[in-house]
Every structure is written in C-alpha cells, then in structure tokens.
T-cell receptor, first 114, second 112 residues
C-alpha cells in the first residue's frame, strides 16, 4: 500500500515550452502533497505544499508563476513548469501524506530542457 | 534554526561492517525524525523513523539512536551489504502537518 506514481518518468523539452508533471496517490487519499526539486548530488529542496482544493504554499524563492501547482483531487496533483529554460533541468519528486507524519514519495521525474 | 546538519558527506564501509550516519538539529519543536534511502534516479524511500519519546528504534539491520538533550540522532546499519550502497537522508518535522526538513545526505558505498 501507500504507492505514489509520477508521470512522465522523464521528459525532454525545448526551451520556452511548458511541461506538466502528474503525481498520483494510487491506493490512498492524500490530504497534502509536496513537490521537491533535486539537483545532482544534492538534497531535496521543497518547492511547495498543496492541499486538495486550495492554493499551493510556495517556499521562499520559488516562482509561483513559473511552477504552477494544481491539487485537483485527493489523489492527483500536477506541477507545470512554464516557459522552461535549461536551468530548470532537474529531478522533480512529489510526495503525499494522508494526515499522519509519514510522507510517501514518488519515483521522480527527470526534466531536461534543451 | 530549521536546519538539519548531516555527516559524513560520504562513507565507505566494508561488507559486514557497521555504517553510522549522524544528524543534528536546532529546532526543539521537531518531533518526527525519519531516515530515507535513495538510489540513483529513484525517489527516496522511508527506512525507519522515530519520535522523541524513545531513545532507540530498531527494524532489522537498521537502528535509530536518538539523544534528545544533545539534539542529535543517528542511523546505524548493521552487517552492511553492497545492496545498501545508496544515499541516505535524515529529516525532521514539527508536527504531522508540517513539511520535512532534510539533511544534506550521505553517500554510502559498501565494498564487497
């Protein structure tokens, strides 16, 4: 149980285009979902926290107009990277929480912007 | 005050040895301390977690030791195996609804 999926697992796009990444909780309802970014050999950096039906809370320094988060249901959250540039290339990971302490992480999405 | 400091940055252990990774925190409001294991190209997976009401928790070969007064906690991997080679992250959060604050990570290599 407690499986979180992400789609796509990897994506390559041209500079200036937008990319959408989906995060789904497969066997539980997620009251809260989190989006992280991880650069090579670095730790996870929290980008934003989202609760179903409400606006996401972004961490300091994260551009909310560039990284659009939609938590449309208790099992789905999406992250859209708008007007992507090479510096946005990274490993994006989501996690989901049911209400307790534990966060269940997705397998990650590798974004490469050419 | 929200930082979690992790050491060492990298660790090489012989097969069968004990791997020890340490973390320290400042925020006394933290009350949940998980350890995650991450393989290259994968998301992190929860290994083991502890609350401040106990000083030690063991699950199989993995043990968390927690020292509340020193604001430190550590992960011990007994009988380390090559399959344990991965990056390990400690983390902490204040309450069940709060975000996790991650340590900087430790790259563990277990030599055959």
């Amino acid at each position: 149980g407690a499986v979180v999926s992400q789609h796509p697992s990897w994506v390559i796009c041209k500079s200036g285009t937008s990319v959408k990444i989906e995060c789904r909780s497969l066997d539980f309802q997620a009251t809260t979902m989190f989006w992280y970014r991880q650069f090579p050999k670095q730790s996870l950096m929290l980008m934003a926290t989202s609760n179903e039906g409400s606006k996401a809370t972004y961490e300091q320094g994260v551009e909310k107009d560039k990284f659009l988060i939609n938590h449309a249901s208790l099992t789905l959250s999406t992250l859209t990277v708008t007007s992507a540039h090479p510096e946005d290339s990274s490993f994006y990971i989501c996690s989901a929480r049911t209400g307790g302490y534990e966060q269940f992480f997705g397998p990650g999405t590798r974004l490469t912007v050419l | 005050q929200q930082q979690v400091k992790q050491s060492p940055q990298s660790l090489i252990v012989q097969k069968g040895g004990i791997s020890i990774i340490n973390c320290a925190y400042e925020n006394t409001a933290f009350d949940y301390f998980p350890w995650y294991q991450q393989f290259p190209g994968k998301g992190p997976a929860l290994l083991i977690a502890i609350r401040p009401d106990v000083s030690e928790k063991k699950e199989g070969r993995f043990t968390i030791s927690f020292n509340k007064s020193a604001k430190q906690f550590s992960l011990h991997i007994m009988d380390s195996q090559p399959g344990d080679s991965a990056t390990y992250f400690c983390a902490a959060s204040q309450w069940s609804g709060d975000k996790l604050t991650f340590g900087t990570g430790t790259r563990l290599a277990v030599r055959p």
